[in-house]
């Protein structure tokens, strides 16, 4: 049995990289997109059908959708829709759509938090728990959410996106305990690639002009292959963790552990917390640095031959 695929945002940016390289790799895709802009206004059903028709020109199967589906009826509609197109339901999710409406934490409007929370966090919950009781019952599933260092690190400006991408490496970690007894892996990729998104990070310091001058150093092409590689059978076992993909680079990151501790079994007060505890503490304190901070170098680029398309 083919393994049949959904890929939300598929028809841009990385979603659309992965989906071709889903599709090229013998699975039927479904590629699930609104064709939004940035912003989440202004849908555009052709979005999705044009990577279809990618995937269908080079030779594979490919079905576009353009379901929002960000609520629960519209999730299983979608996943019913793909079922009855491909035979049987789909068994690997890649969620990667997502729309941005950058802003300060007080800054942001409701309309913003509900919008960007929606698109990354709803689609990805919605989509999971639609496809979960077939993949289930099937013992056999690879589910792999496009996260973002700012999830993980932090990111000025960018609170909601940033608590969404967070709150999908929650969702990784419960739903790869869950489905640890079965062949089912779920990861978090956080990856960089020149996209729109990151066209749209304005050059407001000379770190970040510094940043996006080496942006296209690192495509959306590079990080598809892997994101394939995690949806293969080949990926058996490697569930529950968090990977970078840059350019030509690919990590796997620490997750949160304790790393000190200090016990008072007389119960802590005030004055052991700032005498004691905090000295010892103090130099396992994390600093404050954003993904910028971090990733502000330039990317390992993927050496390509001058016939070579991203």
Known sequence: MSQVSVVSGGGRGIGRAVALALGAAGHPVCVNDTGVALDGS????????RCAEEIRAAGGRALA??????????AEQL????????GHPPTVLVHAAGTLRDAMAHKASADDWAEVLGSHLSVGVELTRAMLPDVRAGGY????????????????????????????????????LELASRDVCVNYVAPFAHTRMTEAIPPVTEQLREYLRHAPRAT????APFVAWLCSPSAAGVSGQVFGARGAEVSIWSQPRPVAAVVDTSGWDAAGLDAVARPALEPHLVPLESEFDL????????????????
């Not at 996943?79 to 491909?86: D, G, H, S, T």
């Not at 973002?148 to 996106?161: C, D, K, N, P, R």
């Open 141 to 176: 599933g690879r589910i792999v959410y496009l996260g973002g260092a700012a999830g993980l690190v932090g990111s000025v400006g960018q609170a909601a996106y940033a608590t969404a991408k967070a709150a999908l490496f929650g969702l990784t970690r419960a739903v790869a």
């Open 65 to 74: 959708l353009d379901v929002d589906a960000r609520t629960p009826k519209a």
């Open 295 to 310: 990733f502000g170098g330039p990317p390992l680029a993927v050496e390509r031959s001058s016939g070579d398309q991203p």
């Open 220 to 223: 959306p092409a590079d990080v």
């Open 79 to 86: 996943v019913a829709r793909i079922a009855e197109w491909a």
């Open 42 to 49: 202004a849908p555009d059903p052709a979005t999705a059908e």
